[in-house]
């Protein structure tokens, strides 16, 4: 899952992140020795704002209260450099002992060797991978190890204006098809001062799902899933219905940054992962609601659990720890109501259950309950996924822009993905 601070960062980042060179395997051992005051530390690194830092310490004076013989050390950046710092850690070895973490970077650092395995602590005890949402306990499962433990999930979904489609006379539910959208954009284009949609021409994640619904991907276990001409197709569309004006001026777009064309009344819809509902209904009053993608043929909307998780060090001094609080962080009902829907909806039916969601985070939990049946396994990505992401917003703002054309721009995106995937 991504958390709307996660993704924006992604944006921000680029090709920031650094390669790692490959390092010795630290297996990471049954732990070294305690400290003076005969506490075990290990240290907790995490991307996100003040708001999120404020919630997670009340969680870790929690544990800290449960579990008196462990001393947790924190650190929190915003998330360019938060993978700036960590790679440099990594680097050197000296990686913090458990850390948030995303599906795009597991076989990145597992190739690396700088990611624990933790099958060995869910057969010790230490951590259950029992009653998770939704199959998300298989989210950090890569080539039979144990990546990542997910603190939350999300799903893609339409933040649209209901006024507005209201007004077209289109209700955006479950089935609802392509065609339908686009002759909702249209007409809210044509029929008011709000575009119809933001443009979803450089979000990878919903290329992805269109894909899918053609039985493609995104990414395979071989690299890319689809064509030079699969791609100069999709944004050919996107530069055409962006000149035509049913899609926002990027333009405009770019000068409200790092406020949503939507939030600014620039359109009426936008596609994103569902909990950034609760970062756009508060910067605007317009009211907000959420609706599946669209499908090819009213069945299939090619959508997934996506999630935040927590992982662990391959060189930390103290997996069993590690794995202790990862364990708390994930199934403990009382740090499910402090955090809420912050890093999305609760992974664990503990924390589900206690945490009663109200207003927007209400919205986002009957969401996710309406999707669940139709959603379908992750594919893992593959080493390099967060620089093709990337490269695909860049490229993709390039060609709506009119800087590059369809053709051009496809060619680059290939060759530049080529190069992360093979790195």
């Known amino acids: ?16 992140v650094a390669v790692l060179g490959l390092m010795a395997s630290g297996c990471g051992g049954d732990g070294g020795g305690a400290g003076a005051d005969g506490k075990v530390e290990i240290r907790y690194s995490w991307w ?8 997670i310490n009340k969680t870790i004076a929690l544990f800290e209260k449960k579990h008196p013989n462990v001393k947790v050390k924190t650190d929190f950046q915003d998330y360019e450099n938060f993978w700036k710092k960590f790679n440099t850690q990594a680097s050197a070895g000296n990686a913090p002992d458990v850390f948030q973490n995303s599906v795009a970077f597991l076989r990145k650092y597992d190739d690396k060797r700088v990611l624990l395995d933790l099958n060995s602590q869910v057969k010790a005890g230490n951590l259950s991978m029992e009653n998770f949402r939704a199959g998300l306990e298989k989210a950090g499962n890569v080539d039979g190890k144990l990546l990542g433990v997910p603190v939350g999930g999300n799903t893609f979904a339409l933040v649209y204006n209901p006024a507005e489609y209201k007004k077209v006379g289109v209700t955006p539910e479950e089935g609802w098809t392509w065609k339908q959208y686009d002759e909702a954009t249209e007409k809210i284009s044509k029929n008011g001062k709000l575009a119809g949609d933001s443009g979803p021409g450089g979000i990878m994640y919903l290329y992805d799902l269109v894909l899918r619904q053609h039985d493609k991907a995104f990414f395979t276990e071989d690299g890319l899933g689809f064509t030079e001409t699969d791609l100069r197709q999709w944004w050919t569309n996107n530069y055409d219905r962006t000149r035509s004006g049913v899609l926002t001026d990027p333009k405009k777009a770019e000068q409200v940054k790092p406020t949503s064309a939507l939030s600014k009344d620039l359109s009426a819809g936008e596609f994103t992962w569902d909990n950034f509902l609760v970062r756009y209904t508060s910067e605007t009053k317009t009211p907000l609601a959420l609706a599946p993608v669209p499908t090819t043929d009213g069945k299939r909307t090619g959508q997934y659990i996506s999630s935040l998780m927590l992982s662990g060090s391959a060189r930390t001094e103290h997996p069993k720890e ?15 109501t402090i955090m809420g829907y912050d890093r999305g909806v609760l992974s664990t039916t503990e924390q589900f259950e206690a945490y009663k969601p109200t207003g927007v985070s209400a919205q986002i939990a009957e969401y996710e309950k309406k999707v669940a049946d139709n959603v379908e396994p992750i594919t893992p990505h593959p080493a390099g996924a967060d620089i093709c992401e990337a490269a695909f917003l860049r490229i993709g703002t390039d060609v709506v822009m009119g800087k590059t054309s369809p053709e051009d721009g496809a060619k680059q995106f290939f060759a530049e993905a080529k190069t992360a995937l093979a790195s």
Do not use: K, N
């Open 48 to 55: 996100g704002g003040q708001e999120r830092a404020t919630l």
């Open 322 to 336: 590690v794995a202790e609080f990862i364990d708390f962080m994930v199934h403990d009902p009382e740090v499910g």
């Open 1 to 16: 899952m991504r958390s709307w601070r996660s993704a924006q960062g992604l944006r921000a980042a680029g090709v920031g």
